[in-house]
C-alpha cells in the first residue's frame, strides 16, 4: 500500500527513502560483532567487558575514563545514546550509560562506580545535548554530582524540594 | 422570571473546563473523543470552556502529584461558584496504583469538593456521557436553592 | 465545520496568572521565536519506584499507565526486559499476537497525532475524518483485548488473551476499510498544495543536531536517521515479515507527517501477514509459563509510536525487581524541540512543537513571552495564529 502511495506521489523524487526489506544481513554478521569487541578491548584493555548475550554488553570501567570511554562509544563507534540508569547499590552509587549501535542491535552498557560518601563524575554534556536531561534527573533523585553539568535545576520533583531529597536512595523514605 | 431564565439557559447548554492534572492522557483523549462524529456531545449543548471564569463543570484527570496541585486549586478558585466537579478515571478518584508514590498529594477529594465520580481506567466514552447527565442534574439543584 | 471551529477550543487552559512557569516558554523577539525554555515534573510520578514494589507480573499494568495512547509499548518493551533478564524464549505464536497488538496501537496514534495535527492547522475535517477512522482501531482493540486502550495483553512469557478464528474475520474485514481509508487521507494530506508550502521548512531538524540530541522514532527517521528498533533489535514477529522502514531526508514537519502516514500503511501490511501465520499455529500455546523472578540484568526495547522505548531490570532471582528503569521516547525527543523551533515564526511554533508528537497534555502548558519576560500568547492563541496563517494560504477548513 505505501509504496503505492509513494509512486503516485513520486516521493522518492522528495526524498522518501524506503530500506530494509525483510532481513537485514549486517545485523547478523559475526565479523561485525568481533570487530566492535576487538576495538573495544584494545581501547581500553583495563575495563570489564562482559558479552552476556549476543545483543546486550555490559562494560565496567573506572569514573575517571568516562569522558574518553563515552567518546568512543559515541564518536568513534558511532553509537546513539539511548539512556542511563541510576542506582544505589552495595558497592556504590552506579551509572550505566547504555549506548546502542542500531545497525547492530547492540546495546553497550558502560558501568561507572562511585563511592557512596561522595559521588561525583564528569558530565558527558561535553559530548552533546542529549545528555543533559537524564543527567539532571540522576542528579536530583540520587544526590549524584555531574561536574561541568551547567544546568542543575530540577527536572522532575517539585522545585521546593528540600535539598537532601533523593528518592532513589535505599535510606530514603 | 429570571430564574426561570436562568434554568432553562442551563438545561440548554453546560460549559465544560477541563483540567489535566498528571494523567496517562487517556482520559483526556477519550474526553475529546466526546467531540468526534461517533459520540458528538455537542448535540447536547456541550462545550468547552476556554477559561475557567465562564465554567460549570470542572472535570478533572489524572493523578494529583505535588507539583500540580498548585495549578487544580488555583483553577478550582477562579470558577464561579456554585459549580459541579467531576473527578474522571480511577487516579483523581483514589490514585489508583500511584498511592505509593512520593509524588503523590492525595485523592482529589482530599484537595477540593468532588460531586460526580466516573471511574474507570479509563472511563467508556458511554461512562463519562452518563457521568456529565449526573453533573447536570446536580447542577440544577444546585442552582435551584 | 466553520461553526465548529469556532466553538470548540479544546487544547490548554487559559491561565489568569501568566507569571507562572510553564512547561514550554517560548521566547519570541518580533515574529520570530529566539528561544526555549523547557520545564518538566508536572507528569512525574514515580513509577520507577512503585515497579520496585510489585512483583514481575503486576509491573505489565504499571507501566501501561505511563502513557495512555502508546500504552501498549511500555508492557511489550517491559516483558521483553525481563525475558531478557531470564533469557527465556516465547511461544511463536506469542510472537504473532504482540505485533498484531502493537501495530494496532501503532495506526490508532499516527490517526490521533494526524488529527490533531490537521485541528492546529485548522483543517477541522482531517481532525473528524482521522479520529473517526480511529474509532474502528479502538473497535478491534476492544474485540481482541476487551478495552480501547490499556489493554492488558502483555505478561512475562507471553501473552495473556488469544486471538482466536472466529476474530480473524471481523479483523481483515476492517483492516481492508482502514486500507482504503488511509490511503485516501495519506493521498489527501500529501496532495495539498497548501500543506506542502504550509509545512515544508517548516521546523526544521538537520541530521547533525538529530544525531547530537539522540533523536528516535519518527522524529529522527524523518531527519534521514535510519533507526528503527524493530529492525534493528529484532523480537516478536518482526523479522519473521515483509515491510519497510520509512526515512526521509528534510527534517521538516512535513517529512515527519509523511513517516508516520506512511508508517499506518506499512502497519496494517504487518497486521496482515500475522494473521495469515496464525492460522497454522495450534490456539492456545500463548505463554512460556515463567516460574521464577529473572537473576540478573536484562534490557528491553520496543518501537512505540514516538520513538524508542526503553526498558531496564535488574532481579536477584526474587518474584521482586531490585532496579526498574524506564525511559519514555519524549524525553529524547522532545528536547530536540529547542533547535527546531529556532528562527520559525510565531505562528508556525504551535504545529513545529506539535510535530515530536508530545504527550497531549504537555502541549497544555505552552506559552509564548517576549524577550523581557512579558506574557505574549497561551496554547490557545498559538494554535489559532496557525489556523490563520493556512486560512490566509488558501487552505484549511
Keep these: 500500500m505505501a509504496d503505492e502511495v509513494i509512486k503516485t506521489q513520486n516521493l522518492e523524487k522528495n526524498g522518501a527513502y524506503i530500506g530494509g526489506k525483510g532481513f537485514c544481513l549486517q545485523r547478523d554478521s559475526e565479523i561485525e560483532f568481533k570487530n566492535i569487541e576487538g576495538q573495544c578491548r584494545e581501547f581500553y584493555p583495563e575495563g570489564e567487558l562482559n558479552l552476556v548475550r549476543k545483543r546486550r554488553w555490559y562494560w565496567e570501567i573506572a569514573a575517571e575514563v568516562l569522558v574518553k570511554v563515552a567518546d568512543f562509544c559515541f564518536n568513534t563507534l558511532g553509537c546513539r545514546f539511548s539512556t542511563a540508569t541510576g542506582e544505589d547499590t552495595p558497592r556504590g552509587f552506579t551509572i550505566l550509560y547504555h549506548f546502542s549501535i542500531d545497525r547492530l542491535g547492540l546495546l553497550i552498557s558502560v558501568r561507572v562506580i562511585l563511592p557512596h560518601d561522595d559521588p561525583q563524575v564528569d558530565s558527558l554534556t561535553v559530548l552533546g545535548q542529549g545528555f543533559e536531561w537524564i543527567e539532571r534527573e540522576i542528579h536530583e533523585m540520587l544526590g549524584i554530582g555531574f561536574r561541568g553539568l551547567g544546568d542543575t535545576r530540577h527536572l522532575l520533583l517539585p522545585d521546593d524540594s528540600p535539598e537532601d531529597y533523593h528518592p532513589y536512595r535505599r535510606s530514603f523514605g | 422570571m429570571l430564574k426561570k431564565l436562568k434554568k432553562a439557559a442551563l438545561a440548554r447548554s453546560l460549559w465544560i473546563y477541563h483540567v489535566a492534572a498528571s494523567p496517562c492522557n487517556n482520559c483526556d483523549i477519550e474526553i475529546l473523543d466526546l467531540l468526534t462524529p461517533r459520540f458528538d456531545v455537542e448535540r447536547f449543548g456541550l462545550l468547552l470552556a476556554p477559561s475557567p471564569r465562564h465554567a460549570d463543570l470542572l472535570l478533572v484527570t489524572g493523578m494529583v502529584n505535588k507539583k500540580v496541585l498548585d495549578r487544580v486549586l488555583r483553577v478550582y478558585a477562579q470558577i464561579p461558584k456554585p459549580c459541579v466537579v467531576a473527578a474522571v478515571g480511577s487516579c483523581a478518584i483514589s490514585g489508583d496504583l500511584f498511592v505509593d508514590s512520593y509524588n503523590f498529594a492525595g485523592p482529589l477529594d482530599k484537595h477540593i469538593p468532588v460531586d460526580v465520580y466516573i471511574g474507570g481506567c479509563p472511563p467508556k466514552p458511554e461512562a463519562m456521557i452518563l457521568g456529565v447527565v449526573r453533573a447536570i442534574e446536580k447542577l440544577k439543584k444546585l442552582k435551584d436553592l | 465545520m466553520a461553526e465548529l471551529e469556532r466553538k470548540i477550543i479544546p487544547i490548554g ?338 504545529i513545529t512543537l506539535a510535530a515530536v508528537d508530545p504527550c497531549y ?16 500568547y497561551n496554547w490557545n492563541d498559538l494554535v489559532k495564529l496557525s489556523q490563520e496563517k493556512t486560512a490566509r494560504m488558501g487552505g484549511g477548513s
Aim: charged share 30%; net charge negative; hydrophobic share 40%.
Design chain 3, 361 to 376: 497534555c504537555c502541549t497544555e502548558r505552552i506559552a509564548a513571552f517576549n524577550t523581557k519576560g512579558k506574557f505574549l
Design chain 3, 13 to 350: 487552559p487559559f491561565h489568569p496568572l501568566q507569571e507562572e512557569a510553564e512547561y514550554f516558554k517560548l521566547k519570541v523577539e518580533g515574529e520570530k521565536v529566539v528561544g526555549l525554555d523547557i520545564q518538566l515534573g508536572y507528569m512525574h510520578r514515580g513509577h520507577e519506584k512503585i515497579c520496585e514494589g510489585k512483583t514481575y507480573d503486576q509491573i505489565p499494568f504499571v507501566v501501561e499507565r505511563i502513557c495512555g495512547i502508546c500504552s501498549t509499548s511500555h508492557p511489550f518493551a517491559c516483558v521483553q526486559a525481563i525475558e531478557d533478564a531470564a533469557a527465556i524464549e516465547i511461544p511463536p505464536r506469542a510472537a504473532y499476537i504482540r505485533t498484531i497488538v502493537g501495530e494496532l496501537e501503532r495506526i490508532h496514534s499516527h490517526l490521533l497525532w494526524a488529527g490533531l495535527a490537521g485541528h492546529f492547522l485548522g483543517y477541522n475535517t482531517v481532525w473528524m475524518w482521522a479520529w473517526k477512522y480511529r474509532e474502528s482501531v479502538l473497535e478491534i482493540s476492544e474485540l481482541i483485548t476487551g478495552n480501547r486502550n490499556h489493554y492488558a495483553m502483555f505478561k512475562p512469557g507471553g501473552v495473556r488473551r488469544d486471538i482466536e478464528g472466529g476474530m480473524i474475520p471481523p479483523l481483515l474485514a476492517t483492516l481492508d476499510e482502514l486500507d482504503k481509508k488511509l490511503t485516501m487521507l495519506t493521498k489527501a494530506v500529501l496532495d495539498d498544495p497548501v500543506l506542502h508550502k504550509r509545512l515544508e521548512g517548516v521546523g526544521v531538524l538537520t541530521r547533525e543536531k538529530a544525531i547530537e540530541y539522540s533523536v528516535e522514532g519518527p522524529t529522527g527517521r524523518a531527519s534521514g536517521l535510519k533507526i528503527d528498533v524493530r529492525k534493528d533489535d529484532p523480537h516478536a514477529a518482526y523479522d519473521w515479515v515483509e515491510w519497510e522502514e520509512i526515512v526521509c531526508q528534510e527534517g521538516d514537519v512535513f517529512a515527519k507527517t509523511k513517516v508516520r502516514l506512511l508508517e499506518c500503511l506499512e502497519s496494517t501490511k504487518i497486521i496482515r501477514q500475522c494473521l495469515g501465520k496464525l492460522k497454522d499455529l495450534p490456539e492456545g500455546e500463548i505463554d512460556a509459563h515463567m516460574e521464577r523472578g529473572p537473576d540478573g540484568e536484562g534490557i528491553g526495547r520496543y518501537e512505540a509510536p514516538r520513538g524508542e522505548v526503553f526498558h531496564y531490570v535488574k532481579g536477584d532471582g526474587s518474584m521482586y525487581p531490585v532496579r526498574y528503569k524506564i525511559r519514555a521516547p519524549s524525553s529524547m525527543n522532545i528536547k530536540s524541540n529547542e533547535v527546531a523551533v529556532l528562527g520559525s515564526s510565531v505562528a508556525d511554533a504551535a
